[in-house]
């Protein structure tokens, strides 16, 4: 098969573009090294908090997301009941919602039913990794090659790694440092999305919310930390856009 | 039995919060300060698990340890420098490995 697909745009041919399956195996190769640890140390604290293998498994792929589940079993770990780690996970998840009408977005023409599948493996890598590719990329055919194959690679490392996790995490010394696998991964993740300012002025707040709003709120602290921030960092974008209405 | 349910639950609700935005996509769409929204979300909540796995202990907050707040913050400085996402690990461990080899940690 030829490295290059040939996209159109309608009837008119718009150039060469390379191959979604090779680029997508390109781009999600960092996250994948992202991935790897942090699958770990949720397979590990699955079998901390008591998980039995099963237990441990099933929200890979109930909830395809690994920070809500991490936080699903620390609360599951504490003691916490159903209705408030269900609260907590889907709080954790909320911003899944701003995902999916970005998803709404790439796939347009897309039969609803094949959308509705799409959105199930959504998550932050599949989103940031498709909000910069697609910007560039119209075909729609293209992007669901791509994605399909940021996803397939997502989901293999995800559930292999916390497999692994589950079965020798308990056996890892702590100096490896797994506990620093999410926060170095998901600051990784917070460089690249803070390029503009109103971005770095959302992650600032909200990065010091948590910490105070952790007194007040407990596990709600993070929820509340995000609204704040975006609240507070919207506010140059509400301006900016006020002052585009005045001027014309 | 209550694991399965829990996150059973979690993943329906988890599912309906990524369908929403295609099954009510014109409504949501149409605005564009959404729209604009929709960029935060990432940094926001980015922010706020790194800020928690660092600053908040399981009695509330708490002070970072040197070694995880230098490696975290080069990371960060790492990755912005040079857009390579993969480095935040790949550097990050083991400068964590040193610390911890130093007795730092």
Not at chain 2, 55 to 64: D, E, N
């Amino acid at each position: 098969m030829s490295i290059v697909d040939r996209v159109s745009v309608g009837d008119a041919r718009v150039g060469e573009l390379p191959q979604p399956v090779t680029e997508a195996l390109r781009d999600m190769s960092p996250f994948l090294l992202a991935l790897v640890p942090f699958s770990l140390a949720i397979g590990a604290a699955s079998a901390a908090a008591g998980f039995s293998f099963a237990e441990a498994m099933f929200p890979v792929f109930a909830i395809f997301a690994g920070s809500a589940q991490l936080a699903g079993v620390e609360s599951t770990r504490t003691g916490n009941g159903i209705l408030i780690t269900v609260l907590i996970v889907l709080l954790v998840n909320a911003r899944f919602a701003f995902y999916g009408a970005g998803l709404a977005r790439w796939f347009v023409g897309v039969p609803r039913w094949k959308s509705l599948l799409l959105a199930i493996p959504l998550v932050d890598q599949t989103f940031l990794l498709c909000q910069e590719r697609f910007s560039e990329q119209a075909d729609v055919d293209w992007r669901v090659r791509y994605y399909g194959t940021v996803t397939a690679g997502l989901v293999l490392c995800f559930a292999t790694c916390q497999l692994i996790g589950f079965q020798f995490g308990g056996n890892l010394p702590p100096t490896l440092g797994l506990h620093l696998a999410a926060p170095l991964a998901f600051a990784g993740m917070l460089a690249k999305s803070t390029k503009e300012r109103s971005a770095l002025i959302t992650a600032c707040v909200s990065g010091c919310v948590v910490v105070v709003a952790s007194g007040f709120f407990g596990a709600l602290a993070l929820p509340v930390a995000v609204v704040a921030g975006i609240v507070v960092g919207s506010k140059p974008i509400a301006t900016t856009n006020l002052d585009i209405e005045r001027t014309s | 039995m209550i694991i399965f349910a829990t996150f059973a639950l979690a993943g329906i609700g988890t599912y309906a919060i990524r369908i929403a935005p295609i099954l009510l996509g014109d409504h949501l769409l149409s605005s564009s300060s959404i729209e604009s929204r929709i960029g935060l979300i990432a940094p926001a909540v980015l922010a706020a698990i790194v800020s928690s796995a660092l600053l908040i202990g399981p009695h509330g907050a708490r002070l970072p340890g040197i070694v995880e707040l230098v490696v975290v913050g080069s990371a960060f400085a790492i990755v912005r420098h040079t857009g390579n996402v993969g480095l935040a690990l790949a550097i990050g461990f083991p400068m964590y490995w040193i610390g911890a080899l130093l007795g730092l940690t």
